[in-house]
């Protein structure tokens, strides 16, 4: 999609190859820096980026580490194991598997990025993330005897600042990262991209047996998700603030609780 035009009769779409599509409504689901987001946000005089510290910069790799290695280390179950503020930084490292494969990687706010670039020479991403590698395989939970190359690593912006003020306008809505669906916690956005999904389709159902698309019939949708786990973005924040100025008691404590353990795995 290159570019897209509202009208009070439809939303005509212009894509890169010089065709035309033609609709009812558009749904941005384009993550951080989406073109429908960008126009809501245009609209309702929103800042037109997330600020630094509502972004959180994540670096990862996939590799397939054999099923030996993954039963001996993370055992039939397949746990995962994160480091909270790895080498003292907001933020956290992970190993996630998945069979035979785990996914590692770092995530850390923009903003301290951005900081630690200006103030330390030499400091990088990639070695942040080549050094958390490194403290893995010092303590057993990666092979070795494999080495990361650059063609290996793949990076992503991940909205984390509880969603947008406004998500709908004139035929146009956003889900998923598009709409800073992402727990402010974990980084985890898989379950609020489906979700968002689903409740659009259901609301544009009801919006569509009506015939009208404007911002107001439209703010259904925006009802629908805020109403359902709005306030679990909200109460993901603080978590956040609170895994970070004292991750010991906070992790100590919701590993004592169920319904804690669901809640900030969510």
Not at 73 to 97: N, P
Not at 207 to 231: Q, V
Request: glycine share 10%.
């Amino acid at each position: 999609v290159k570019n897209f035009e509202v009208s009070k009769e439809k939303v005509i779409v212009k894509l890169r190859n010089g065709e035309e599509i033609s609709g009812e409504v558009i749904i941005g689901a384009g993550g951080s820096y989406d073109l429908v987001s960008k126009r809501i946000r245009d609209i309702e005089n929103m800042p037109m980026n997330w600020r630094d510290e509502d972004i959180a910069m994540a670096l990862y790799f996939e590799v397939d580490v054999g099923r030996e290695f993954m039963d001996e280390i993370y055992g039939e179950k397949r746990i995962s194991m994160a480091h909270v503020k790895y080498q003292g930084l907001d933020g956290y490292g992970w190993s996630f598997s998945k069979d035979t494969v785990l996914n590692v990687g770092i995530g850390c706010p923009r903003n301290i990025i951005k900081k630690l670039k200006k103030e330390k020479k030499g400091w990088s991403e990639r070695k942040y993330l080549l050094d958390y590698v490194e403290t893995l395989k010092e303590q057993g939970w990666f092979p070795k005897h494999i080495e990361i190359e650059r063609k290996m690593i793949s990076g992503a912006n991940i909205p984390v600042g509880m969603g947008m003020r406004c998500t709908v306008g004139d035929r146009m809505m956003v889900v998923g990262d598009a709409g800073g669906f992402v727990s402010p916690l974990s980084g985890e956005g898989i379950y609020y991209a489906l979700d968002s999904g689903r409740l659009a389709a259901e609301s544009l159902e009801v919006i569509f047996s009506k015939g009208s698309f404007e911002k107001k019939d439209l703010m259904h949708y925006h009802r629908a998700w805020s109403s359902k786990w709005g306030d679990d973005l909200e109460w993901l924040k603080v978590g956040w603030h609170l895994l970070m100025v004292m991750p010991n008691s906070l992790i100590k404590y919701a590993a004592l609780d169920e319904e804690t353990k669901k809640f900030f795995t969510h």
